[in-house]
């Protein structure tokens, strides 16, 4: 997972895998789910983010994965 924003352009950009999108999913006015062609989501898009959020908070957050976690979700 990878986290972006543009300052110019007041958007955060929430990248959750590499594939590339195919569509978007409106949720509200200003955030969209970006989608694979097979229905997979690609990344969270939420516009006048400043505005939604405090961009602190979302900009200084680490992911640990425990992977002990992650095999029994596979199963």
Not at 9 to 32: K, Q, R
């Amino acid at each position: 997972m990878k986290v972006h924003y543009d300052d110019a352009v007041d958007a955060l950009y929430i990248e959750l895998s590499e594939e590339t999108p195919d569509g978007a999913i409106e949720l509200s006015d200003g955030i969209n789910v970006d989608t694979t062609a097979e229905g997979r989501i690609a990344g969270i898009e939420i516009l006048n983010a400043s505005s939604r959020m405090d961009l602190t908070t979302i900009l200084s957050y680490s992911l640990d994965v425990d992977k002990s976690v992650s095999a029994l979700n596979a199963q």
